[in-house]
């Protein structure tokens, strides 16, 4: 976690601005909704894991794509788009 700290006042959702990382599909985080600032970064294997991790959410999620092939992401983003 690079700084954040749960603010103990507000309870185990709420934390300070931070970067998570690495966050897995196992963590709370990645699952249920944070208050504050927070920004989870996790990795995948492939395209599939992403379309299974954001299909099987019971929330709205948002995604940032980051790569070093730009053609692969913009395909991705456009065929993921429903």
């Given at each position: 976690?690079?700084?954040?700290?749960?603010?103990?006042?507000?309870?185990q959702s709420f934390?300070?601005?931070?970067?998570?990382?690495?966050?897995?599909?196992?963590?709370?985080?990645?699952?249920?909704?944070?208050?504050?600032?927070?920004?989870?970064?996790?990795?995948?294997?492939?395209?599939?894991?992403?379309?299974?991790?954001?299909?099987?959410?019971?929330?709205?999620?948002?995604?940032?794509?980051f790569g070093r092939?730009?053609?692969?992401?913009?395909?991705?983003?456009?065929?993921?788009?429903?």
């Amino acid at each position: 976690m690079c700084p954040g700290e749960v603010w103990p006042l507000r309870g185990q959702s709420f934390y300070a601005p931070a970067v998570v990382y690495p966050v897995t599909g196992e963590m709370r985080l990645a699952h249920e909704e944070q208050f504050g600032p927070v920004i989870p970064v996790m990795v995948f294997d492939n395209d599939e894991e992403v379309v299974r991790f954001v299909v099987d959410s019971n929330f709205g999620q948002q995604l940032s794509l980051f790569g070093r092939d730009s053609e692969r992401i913009g395909k991705f983003t456009t065929d993921f788009l429903f």
